[in-house]
C-alpha cells in the first residue's frame, strides 16, 4: 500500500466562482443576510443622518472632534446609502434570485413528471390499509378496482398514474403541488419586498411643513421646511400642485363626567386643492390617518397648535414685523406653548422675544401666569424681549425655534419685573428705551404636515399581500402521496393502498379514513382491515 497522501484536486478559478454561487444562493445565507440588513440598519437611528438633517451632523462631529470624523469615514452617517449597506442589501437581492429561480425551475419539472413510483412494500408507511374480497364472492376485476380507486383520487384532487406490474396493477396518486407554490410566491413577492423598498429609497422623497391658516404650499423645494430627496432623487421631479389651509377645527370634550374632560379629541383641517392637473380644484378634509393624496404624494396631519399674530414696530416707528408667530407645543395638557421671535429688521437694534403663549390665561397674585383650558377662551402672551446682536450676519444658519441670549441686553423680564402680558383687553406693550412697541393683534391656528412620495409603495404592497397568500398557502395546503396496489392470490382479490405525507401533516389519518369510506362506498363492502 502506498503511504503517500492524496490531495484533493484545485478547484480553479471557474470552480471557485461555482463554489460561492452556491454558497450565495442557499436558503440560510438569504436569511443571514436578511439578518445582518436588519443589523446594518441600526447605525441609522443612533446616527443623524445627512440625508435629514446636515446641520445635526454637523454638530455631532463637532461635538465629537475624535470619534466623528472617523464615523464620517465608516460611512455611519449616510447608513443607507453607503457602500457597505448597498452591498449587503444587493447580496440579499441576488441571492433570493438564485434561491427562488431554481427552485421553481425545479417544482415546474417536478409538476410534469409523473408521480412517485409504486414502493415494492406498502406496509411500511405510516397510514396503511388493505382491502380483501373473498375468491367465493368477488366478482370485481383487478383491472377495475385500479380504474376505481383512480378515478375516486381525482376527484380528490390527486394527479394519477396507472401502472401495470404483470401480477399486480397499481396506481399512484399525488397532490400538493400548490404548496410549493405558495412557498415560491413567499420569497419571490419578498423579492418584490425588496425591490419596492429600494424604488422608494432610490426615487422617493419625504418633507415637513407647517401650515398657518390661510397659508399655501406650493410643491416645490423652496416651500419646504424639511426636504428628505432619496438617494437618486431629482428636485426637478417635483410634480406641480398646490393645498391652502382654509381652517383648522379642534373637537374638546365637554362632557363633566368624563375623565377627559377639557382635552382635545379631534383635528380637522380643511384644506383646498389645486392638482394643477387639469383637475379643477377641489376641498378636502385632512385628518390624523386621513391623509390627503395629491399627484402621487400623500399630506399627513401630524400635529397642531396656536399662531399668535404679532406686530412689531421699532424705534424709529416703522413696522418690522408682522404676522402669524408658530407657537411650539410645549407638552402641557392646556396646551401652554413657547414662543420665540427674531426681529432682525428692527432699528437701531435688532429685536428678540422669548416666553410662553397661553390659550386660556389665567393671572393670580404672586404666582406666574398659566393656562387652565387648551382652548382660546383667553389668550395671552407672556414674553420677555432682548436686544442686540442676533447673529443673523454671520452666514451661518439658525434654527428659527432658539434664540441666544446670552450676548443681547435684556429689555424686559419676568426676574426683573418688567416682563410683558398681552391678552385680549390688554393687546400693546412699549418696550424700554424707546425700542419700539410689541401688539397681540389676534390668534390663527396651524398644522404640522408631513409629505410624502414612494414610488415603490405599491409594489410593496402587492408584494407584501403575495406574500401573505404564498405564507397561507405554504401552510395550509399539505402534500400528500397515495399508492393503491391490487393484486390477485389464493383468498381473493387484494386492494392495499397506503398514504405519505411529505412534511408534518396531522389530518393524514382523516385522509386515510376517507378514502377507505370512499373505496367502501365504491365497492359495497362492510368492513376494511386497517
Same mark, same amino acid.
Given at each position: 500500500?502506498?503511504?503517500e ?7 480553479? %478559478? ?5 463554489? /460561492?454561487?452556491?454558497q ?5 445565507? /438569504?436569511?443571514f ?8 440598519a441600526?447605525p ?11 446641520a ?21 452617517f ?7 449597506f ?9 441571492s ?40 367465493s364472492?368477488q ?5 377495475q ?15 394519477v ?12 396518486a ?8 405558495? !412557498?415560491?410566491?413567499?420569497h ?12 422608494g429609497s432610490?426615487f ?25 430627496p ?7 421631479w417635483?410634480?406641480p ?10 373637537t ?9 374632560y ?12 389645486d ?10 378634509e385632512l ?14 396631519l ?17 413696522? /418690522?414685523y ?8 410645549a ?6 406653548s413657547?414662543?420665540?421671535l ?5 432699528e ?6 422669548v ?21 382660546p ?26 434664540v441666544?441670549?446670552?450676548k ?5 423680564t419676568?426676574?426683573?419685573? !418688567? ?9 400693546q ?17 396651524y ?7 414612494d ?12 406574500? %401573505? ?16 396496489? /391490487? ?5 381473493g382479490?387484494?386492494?392495499e ?9 396531522p ?9 377507505t ?9 362492510e368492513?376494511v382491515?386497517?
Open positions: 500500500m502506498s503511504s497522501k492524496q490531495s484533493a484536486p484545485a478547484l480553479g %478559478f471557474m470552480g471557485m466562482l461555482r463554489w /460561492a454561487w452556491t450565495l444562493t442557499k436558503m440560510n445565507t /438569504a436569511m443576510l436578511l439578518l445582518m440588513v436588519a443589523i446594518a441600526v441609522g437611528s443612533i446616527y443623524p443622518q445627512r440625508i435629514q438633517d446636515t445635526k451632523v454637523t454638530d455631532y462631529i463637532n461635538a465629537h472632534p475624535t470619534w466623528g470624523p472617523i464615523a464620517d469615514k465608516l460611512q455611519l449616510d447608513v443607507f446609502s453607503s457602500v457597505w448597498s452591498a449587503i442589501y444587493l447580496l440579499l437581492f441576488i433570493l434570485i438564485g434561491c427562488v429561480l431554481p427552485r421553481a425551475t425545479k417544482h415546474f419539472k417536478a409538476m410534469k413528471a409523473a408521480p412517485a413510483r409504486t414502493p415494492k412494500t406498502l406496509s411500511r408507511l405510516p397510514q396503511y390499509r388493505s382491502i380483501t374480497l373473498p375468491a364472492t366478482k370485481l376485476p383487478m383491472s378496482a385500479i380504474e376505481d380507486a383512480a378515478e375516486i383520487l381525482k376527484k380528490r384532487g390527486y394527479r398514474e396507472i401502472r401495470d406490474e404483470g401480477k399486480s396493477s397499481s396506481v399512484g399525488e397532490r400538493g403541488y400548490l404548496r410549493e407554490v405558495g !412557498n415560491i410566491l413567499f419571490t413577492a419578498m423579492i418584490g419586498v425588496l425591490i419596492g423598498v429600494a424604488i432610490l422617493g422623497y419625504s418633507g415637513q411643513k407647517i401650515m398657518v391658516e390661510g397659508d399655501t404650499f406650493v410643491n416645490s423645494l423652496i416651500s419646504y421646511d424639511m426636504f428628505s432619496g438617494t437618486n432623487y431629482n428636485q426637478d417635483l410634480k400642485y398646490s393645498a391652502t389651509l382654509e381652517k383648522m377645527d379642534v374638546y370634550d365637554r362632557q363633566k363626567s368624563s375623565p377627559t377639557g382635552k382635545d379629541i379631534d383635528y380637522a383641517a380643511q384644506v383646498k386643492v392638482p394643477q392637473n387639469g383637475e379643477a380644484p377641489y376641498t378636502q385628518k390624523v390617518n386621513k391623509p390627503i393624496r395629491i399627484n402621487g404624494a400623500s399630506l399627513y401630524i400635529g397642531n397648535g396656536y399662531a399668535p399674530i404679532i406686530k412689531v414696530e421699532d424705534g424709529e416707528g416703522n413696522i /418690522a408682522e404676522g402669524p408667530v408658530v407657537s411650539l407645543f407638552g402641557d395638557p392646556n396646551y401652554t413657547s414662543v420665540i427674531k426681529v432682525p429688521d428692527s437701531p437694534d435688532q429685536l428678540a422675544f416666553g410662553m403663549f397661553l390659550p386660556t390665561g389665567v393671572e393670580q397674585e404672586g404666582a406666574p401666569p398659566y393656562s387652565a383650558d387648551p382652548a377662551a383667553n389668550p395671552m402672551l407672556v414674553l420677555q424681549s432682548y436686544t442686540g446682536d442676533l447673529g443673523l450676519d454671520n452666514g451661518v444658519p439658525q434654527n428659527v425655534y432658539v441666544d441670549t446670552e443681547m441686553t435684556p429689555l424686559n419676568m426676574a426683573m419685573g !418688567n416682563g410683558i402680558i398681552l391678552d385680549t383687553q390688554n393687546t406693550a412699549k418696550l424700554p428705551d424707546g425700542k419700539g412697541t410689541i401688539t397681540f393683534e389676534g390668534l390663527k391656528r398644522v404640522g404636515m408631513d409629505i410624502h412620495y414610488p415603490g409603495k405599491p409594489i410593496v404592497l402587492i408584494s407584501a399581500i403575495l406574500a %401573505f397568500l404564498g405564507l397561507i398557502i405554504s401552510l395550509y395546503v399539505p402534500r400528500r402521496r397515495v399508492w393503491v396496489r /391490487a393484486h390477485e392470490d389464493a383468498d382479490l387484494k386492494i393502498y397506503a398514504l405519505l405525507a411529505r412534511g408534518e401533516d389530518r393524514l389519518i382523516d385522509e386515510a379514513d376517507k378514502l369510506e370512499l373505496f367502501a362506498r365504491r365497492w359495497d363492502l368492513f382491515e386497517q
